[in-house]
Nanobody
């Protein structure tokens, strides 16, 4: 079994910062792409940022220059540093990881339970 556990969400004023973490636990052979997604009330889930195992990154236009995704492969952890937060960043943030549990397995996507980020104006 594999579990992704997020932490670091909370309430912050506009212009503030938060750092999200997501750790993968369980039987893991290798982790490939890791990413952060968010879903605001009444809206569809959207991609925030993705990072490959080699460190290549991709960001949504709305967060470029404000958010930074990083990972620690030795700790099976992905981070999202969020700065200059805006009220429109308010959402449930979830991490996703593409994981191969054993050498002979196919890759599969696993999701965390989500963490709430609320930015007040």
């Amino acid at each position: 079994q594999v579990q992704l556990v997020e932490s670091g969400g909370g309430l912050v004023q506009a212009g503030g910062s938060l750092r999200l973490s997501c750790v993968a636990f369980g039987t893991i052979f290798s982790i490939y792409d890791m990413g952060w997604y968010r879903q605001a009330p009444g809206k569809q889930r959207e991609l925030v940022a993705i990072i490959t195992r080699d460190g290549d990154t991709l960001y949504a236009d709305s967060v470029k220059g404000r958010f930074t995704i990083s990972r620690d492969n030795a700790k099976d952890t992905v981070y999202l540093q969020m700065k200059s937060l805006k009220p429109e960043d308010t959402a449930v943030y979830s991490c996703k990881a593409e994981i191969k549990r054993r050498g002979w397995d196919v890759r599969a996507d696993y999701w965390g339970q989500g963490t709430q980020v609320t930015v007040s104006s």
